[in-house]
């Protein structure tokens, strides 16, 4: 299906109206997974003409997708990854946990950014970024279509990793998403050490509910004024949210290995 490609009005717009040099793109992936972590990217890639094909992780074929990822590493003039634990979601929460694991990648990132352009209707960063949420951002703007696919390439491939010490879940296909094969598994074997406990499947799993946990409700997000800095800005006509408490200080998973952040790559290109 034709789909219109990227472009940077958002962030041209940005730097337009605030003065922003810098400005990141991000997005997640896993949200809705029930088992691995929460991954959030962001790039950063001026205003550059961005490879060719370049629009939401989700509408390229895996092929595609990861081509397109070894690509854009090299392309974007920097980007990072944070992650959020299936631990730390389940004592956090889901919002808590994104903003976590966005604030671990954009806290690595060489330079830090003037603003954010963040896909979604939910700005849950908050202060003291500098955010501008846009409603599918990771098909119409660049920088945030460019951390759609790194980061969505990224955790899969983490996921298949995992999948290595746990053959009958099939991680390397589902990526820890719900799927015939991995509920089979997890009627049968129960949840691994990278299952987030807090989640709902366990309703339906009479032999596994002890080890369910009971997770902390979500902050009540809170509305603010449209755009930057309360300006007024028409993003398809919707409102700016933010998750006001702070996130706890990064914490590791029971295993001991760290899950805070890959490390940032920056290209040789700059802006």
């Known amino acids: 299906m034709p789909y219109e490609p990227p472009t940077h009005r958002v962030e041209r717009s940005l ?3 605030t003065g922003a040099k810098v400005v990141a793109g991000v997005d997640e992936v896993g949200r809705g997974a029930w088992a691995g972590p929460v991954t959030v990217c962001a790039a950063v890639t001026g205003l550059r003409r961005p490879p060719e094909g370049l629009t939401d992780s989700k509408l390229l074929t895996v092929a595609r997708r990861e081509k397109l990822a070894v690509e854009l590493s090299r392309w974007v003039t920097s980007h990072a990854l944070g992650h959020a634990s299936p631990q730390e979601i389940d004592e956090l929460g889901m919002t808590a946990s994104l903003r976590l694991a966005a604030t671990r990648a954009l806290e690595q990132l060489p330079v830090r950014p003037d603003a954010v352009i963040l896909d979604g209707k939910h700005d849950y960063l908050g202060p003291p970024w500098r955010v501008r949420t846009v409603i599918k951002g990771d098909q119409s703007c660049v920088a945030v279509a ?4 790194i980061a969505k ?5 983490l996921m298949a990793e995992l999948g290595t010490q746990h053959t009958d879940f099939g991680f390397d296909a589902n990526a820890g998403y719900p799927a015939p094969v991995h509920k089979a598994a ?12 807090t989640w709902s499947y366990l309703d339906v799993l009479p032999q596994w ?5 009971t ?4 902050p009540v997000d809170v509305p603010t004024p449209r755009g930057v800095g309360g300006r007024p800005e028409a993003v398809d006509g919707q409102l ?16 001991g290995r760290p899950v805070a952040v890959e490390p940032a790559a920056e290209s040789r290109d700059g802006v």
């Open 15 to 17: 730097r337009a109206t």
């Open 146 to 149: 460019a951390a759609s696919v």
């Open 153 to 157: 390439v990224r955790r899969d491939a």
């Open 186 to 197: 997890l009627a049968e074997l129960g949840p691994t050490p990278h299952h987030r406990l």
């Open 209 to 213: 509910q002890h080890l369910k946990k």
């Open 215 to 218: 997770r902390l409700p979500d």
């Open 240 to 255: 700016d949210f933010f998750a006001p408490p702070s996130v706890p200080a990064p914490t590791s998973p029971p295993s």
